[in-house]
């Protein structure tokens, strides 16, 4: 049986109307499909946290024990409701859908009521109960989202099946894949359209282990457990040469084909292709990903495979990072001992929860690039220094930009690179090349990344479709 996975992401559900047309109703007939929904645009931000600016959302104030998440929480609930208003014309299936979501709000709010009541004695600890807090109110605008997709296409004559993974009545836990299994052991998806939520109530804990990347790691095992014939994110930009609110929506290019490597150092920056875990699961399978903007749906997208190699070494996208912070390490002790030393700081690095996206290293000196919020950070930092009181510690703020491609020449990227950079006034601070012939980190200061991602850019797409011309006019 040939079917696919699709996942939707946050912004894309915002834009309700243009999933129904583009994606859903597109085709004669809609089965065949499952669909992994994520939460409406700026749902989980306000659930938990915002990604970008780390402003605290609900989670964020219940961890610091502050009494305005009631408010918090009863605002998203306005906002769940608004989100319906829009959805929904019909006023039997507003009220549904209302129902539903208070529903859910008001015993997310007595749960989190009685536990901070609970943590008043000194025998129980609020961190202890932060982990299920955290992940109990990620499920919400998975939930929201999805129970309305259902209800919505049921009320258009679609054999919609809301699969509900949030584990919201659930008393035990079976692992992931059992989750998983036990829900589509009896769905037809012949016959049936299952609109499954993003996030997964499961023994592992999806959030303590994957973070934000829950949903797609849902979306992975999903495809590879019912051995889907091809897995589709789709989103609201196309997979392009660089993000176009950086160098223009006219300037990039939909990269067409690529393969897992390039997903992978894409993950390694936060970029939102895919969470490496979730991508492993895909590759190990021999499943292709397709990556599709919902707004252009005619356009095939970008299509990700194992087996994809180009024909020529060529640059296919350029991406970075901001708010990068670069801890170096520098004792003259360090000589001869420089593994123990790593050992020692990745434990630190590892106990603060921060994300480690590079590491340089030589004689004396060891330079750690990391990912997390300031308070993070600065724990790490703090604990080096405790550490290791002889050494020369300093942190400061970077931007990495990435040169990627599935098969590119690192020496003439290098080269190249560093030209285009200089010529445009950004001196780099580092760089780093790779064996694997698949990227070249350039590392340059925070403030310059927009300007770094525009004139590296403009140095390989602009050449490229130089190179078109002259082959045109041949």
């Known amino acids: 049986m040939t079917f696919t996975v699709e996942k939707i992401g946050g912004t894309s559900m915002t834009a309700f109307d243009a999933v129904l047309d583009n994606i859903i109703l597109r085709p004669k007939n809609p089965y065949n499909r499952i669909f992994v929904v994520s939460a409406y645009g700026g749902m989980t931000d306000a659930l938990l946290e915002c990604k970008k600016t780390g402003k605290p959302g609900v989670y964020q104030l219940i961890a610091k024990r502050d009494d305005s998440w009631k408010d918090s929480l009863s605002y998203i609930e306005s906002r769940m409701l608004l989100t319906n208003e829009h959805i929904f014309a019909d006023p039997m299936n507003r009220i549904r859908a209302d129902k539903f ?91 049936e359209l299952p609109i499954v939520t993003g996030y997964a109530y499961c023994k592992e804990g999806l959030m303590h282990t994957y973070d934000r990347g829950y949903s797609e790691m849902t979306f992975s095992r999903i495809a590879t457990i019912t051995q889907a014939s091809l897995a589709v994110i789709h989103k609201e930009y196309h997979f392009s040469s660089a993000d176009p609110r950086v160098v223009g929506v006219g300037s990039v290019n939909p990269i067409g084909l690529t393969n897992y490597d390039v997903a992978d150092q894409l993950a390694n920056l936060g970029m939102e292709a895919i969470h490496s875990n979730a991508a492993a699961g895909l ?177 390989f797409f602009d050449q490229n479709k130089k190179a078109k011309k002259s082959v045109s006019a041949a």
């Not at 008393?171 to 894949?177: N, R, V």
Request: proline share 3%; hydrophobic share 35%; glycine share 6%.
């Open 101 to 191: 979501i208070r529903s859910r709000i008001s015993e997310a709010k007595n749960c989190i009521a009685n536990i901070l009541e609970t943590c008043q004695y000194g025998q129980f600890s609020l961190r202890h109960y932060l982990p299920q807090i955290r992940e109990f109110l990620a499920s919400i605008g998975e939930s929201h989202s999805a129970y309305n997709t259902a209800l919505k296409l049921k009320n258009i004559g679609i054999n919609s099946t809301f699969v509900d993974l949030s584990g919201w009545d659930n008393q035990q836990p079976l692992s992931l894949d059992e989750t998983i299994k036990e829900a589509f052991s009896k769905i037809d998806v012949t016959k």
């Open 283 to 459: 590759r190990e399978c021999g499943i292709e990903l397709q990556i599709k903007n919902t707004f252009e749906p005619e356009h095939e997208g970008t299509l990700i495979s194992s087996n994809y190699r180009p024909d020529t070494d060529h640059v296919e996208i350029i991406a970075g990072k901001q708010k990068v912070y670069a801890l170096h390490i520098f004792d003259q002790g360090m000589v001869g001992k420089i593994d123990n030393v790593s050992y020692e700081l990745m434990e630190i690095i590892a106990d603060a929860r921060v994300s480690l996206i590079g590491k340089e290293m030589n004689a004396n000196s060891i330079t750690y690039y990391l990912g997390g919020n300031p308070e993070s950070l600065n724990q790490v930092l703090y604990k080096a220094e405790k550490r290791y009181p002889k050494a020369s510690i300093a942190g400061r703020m970077v931007a990495i930009i990435s040169a990627i491609g599935s098969q590119i020449d690192t020496n003439k990227t290098l080269a190249n690179g560093v030209l285009s950079l200089m010529n445009n006034s950004v001196t780099p601070i580092a760089l780093h090349s790779s064996m694997r012939n698949v990227n070249v980190q350039f590392v340059v200061n925070d403030d310059k990344y927009q300007q770094a991602i525009c004139a590296l850019h403009k140095e």
